[in-house]
């Protein structure tokens, strides 16, 4: 594998008293999406704009394909594309006209045309901007980042605001982008969305990267543990937990076994604590309503390397720029993209 | 790291930062020009204001003769000495009113921070609007000045020259302000809010209400002093009298001076 395209290592940032970026490292490769998670106020954005070169760092190196962009943020402008957080555009300027604009700015701009497609984006292109939807503000604003025909797309909170709906469609042209061959930079607080589209990601709490690495080897590696839970009807619930807990008490692959609400019963104990499980309920005849494996998922990660629910909106915003700023995305576009 | 760096970055090329710029001032204007706002204040608006103050106000086609046979205004229409003031207007109008609120407008949206990402200067965007706003104050003046020559017609200037040096001084020191407001506004309502609070003040003691002849001297004082009076006087003594209005050139000479390196020193691109 050639090496990374995208190296941060040691960075650190500070406003003043307050420590926006502590020390976060780390590399990626070219053709992957990267995730940097976190919830709000960790520091993923001002790393990202220390990375592109809009802010100066305190600390730490910061390369893109091995240009320092502390030294020459200049020199990346035209191969880095960048989708800012709440960065928008004037309510006049149609689809069109914007593409038109910023691919005049690149040395070697993408064909709006294709930029329209790709994002579907086609029967907007007449349309200006203040009378776009969240969702089709969102794909222009990621036309914008790819206009410059970028080695690198950096994508900044890019569903926040928006409804399930639109969210999954952006997920779908997110993974079209990558197939074109660009490497993306995935900055984000949902953890539905770093697990569900990133090769590679860091955790990122307090300015300190905490957990790195693939999101499923993230979630494997948390811990030998499993946990199924057992429902039964109203009528054996009583005799479902006897069994159980007798169960926990001999069988050396079951740990515990607890009552959770009226009729379940969640019984923890290593990989195989399901082998033993099921054979019990057979050999007593107990046929239970639903029996589930429980789904472990970043949140459990998280969980596990900072020992705090993880509560996305828990801090306030580290950025100093962005704390008096509208969101993106206001009320009255909230209800999606109905196109 | 290792050896794909070596040429990785694209070169630096002459006119690196200002690829595009001739697209950015075209859209730019387009854009602009679809706000009712920009065209009305700042294309239509002079034209506008000497109509109706010229037909909606009694005597005002009538030349002067209770002022002094040796007056500056002796024999002049009211109309024709309110023009100095009304072409002052029409610079403050886009300068302090207009400009302000489309920088503040920019930082509010993050357009200047957008831009900074990509590899255009965000500079460039300052000087498309200063060039927009200058072009469109010529537009409107030079309106202005027809329809007063199909209207009124038109006294012949004195000096002609001092009346284009005050006009050009005056786009000067009125942009200055409009520009260190610019550099300093983060809301638009706030842009709209301190830009009023100067331009009208500046507007009443350019003597909108009072123009030359009528002019209470403590106003004349006053104003003299400010960047829209000054122009509107110093035009004055180009158009209808004789002599250099000294005063009024070193005014805006310093206006310019002093708020034009402060607004690039201050100017906050996010």
């Not at chain 1, 926006?20 to 990202?48: H, Y």
């Not at chain 2, 009024?248 to 708020?259: G, I, N, P, R, S």
């Amino acid at each position: 594998m050639a090496g990374p395209i995208v190296e941060v290592r040691n960075l650190r940032k500070t406003y003043g008293p307050k420590v926006a970026v502590d020390d976060v490292s780390f590399a990626v490769q070219p053709g992957e999406i990267f995730g940097i998670l976190g919830p709000n106020g960790a520091g993923k954005t001002t790393t990202v704009e220390t990375l592109a070169g809009l802010r100066q760092a305190d600390g730490g190196t910061v390369r893109v394909r091995g240009i320092d962009t502390q030294r020459d943020p200049a020199a990346v402008k035209d191969i880095l594309g960048v989708q800012l957080q709440e960065a928008m555009l004037h309510d006049k300027i149609t689809v069109g006209e914007a593409l038109g604009l910023f691919a005049g700015f690149y040395s070697d701009p993408a064909d709006p045309g294709e930029l329209l497609d790709l994002l579907d984006l086609r029967e907007h292109a007449d349309r200006q901007f203040g009378k776009l939807s969240g969702g089709q503000k969102q794909r222009l604003s990621i036309a914008l980042a790819l206009v410059g025909n970028p080695e690198i797309a950096v994508l900044d909170e890019l569903t926040t605001g928006l409804d399930p709906q639109a969210r999954r469609a952006t997920w779908d042209l997110v993974e079209r982008v990558r197939a074109t061959g660009v490497t993306i930079l995935l900055v984000t607080h949902f953890m539905e969305e770093a697990e569900r589209l990133c090769d590679r990601l860091v955790v990122i709490d307090a300015g300190r990267v905490v957990a790195a690495g693939t999101p499923q080897g993230l979630i494997d590696g948390l811990d030998d543990g499993r946990t199924v839970v057992v429902r039964f009807a109203p009528d054996d619930v009583a005799r479902g937990r006897e069994l159980l807990a007798d169960l926990a008490a001999r069988d050396a692959e079951v740990a515990t076994a607890e009552a959770q609400g009226a009729t379940e019963v969640a019984v923890t104990g290593t990989r195989r604590v399901l082998f033993a499980v099921v054979p019990a309920l057979a050999a007593a005849d107990l046929v239970p309503d639903d029996v589930r494996t429980v789904t472990r998922s970043l949140e459990d990660v998280f969980l596990a390397v900072t020992g705090r629910t993880y509560q996305p909106d828990a801090q306030p915003d580290a950025q100093p720029d962005t704390s008096t700023g509208t969101p993106l995305v206001s009320a009255t576009t909230r209800e999606g993209d109905r196109s | 790291m290792t050896a794909i760096t070596a040429d990785a970055a694209p070169r630096p090329t002459a006119g690196r930062g200002w690829r595009g710029y001739g697209r950015l001032v075209r859209t730019e204007t387009r854009v602009w020009l679809r706000d009712f706002g920009s065209v009305f204040f700042g294309i239509l608006f002079p034209s506008v204001i000497l109509l109706g103050v010229g037909f909606g106000i009694p005597g005002m086609r009538e030349p002067i003769t209770d002022a002094p046979a040796d007056s500056i205004w002796y024999g002049v229409t009211p109309i024709a000495t309110y023009l100095p003031t009304v072409l002052s207007m029409a610079i403050g109008t886009l300068a302090v009113l207009s400009l302000p609120v489309t920088f503040a407008t920019f930082r509010d949206k993050g357009v200047l921070r957008r831009l900074s990402t990509t590899p255009m200067r965000p500079q460039a965007l300052i000087v498309a609007h200063l060039t927009i706003n200058v072009a469109t104050t010529l537009v409107g003046v030079a309106l202005a000045l027809v329809v007063a020559q199909l209207a009124f017609g038109l006294v012949a200037p004195t000096q002609l020259g001092v009346v284009l040096l005050a006009f050009v001084l005056g786009m000067l020191a009125m942009f200055s302000v409009g520009m260190l407001l610019s550099a300093l506004v983060s809301k638009p309502s706030t842009a709209n809010a301190v830009g009023s609070l100067i331009y009208f003040p500046m507007l009443f003691l350019a003597g909108l209400w009072t123009p030359g002849p009528i002019m209470p001297d403590v106003v004349r004082q006053i104003g003299q002093f400010t960047p829209m009076g000054a122009t509107a006087q110093a035009m004055d003594t180009g158009w209808f009298g004789d002599g250099f209005p000294l005063l009024q050139v070193v005014v805006m000479v310093v206006w310019t001076a002093v708020l034009l390196p402060l607004a690039g020193r201050l100017f906050r691109w996010s």
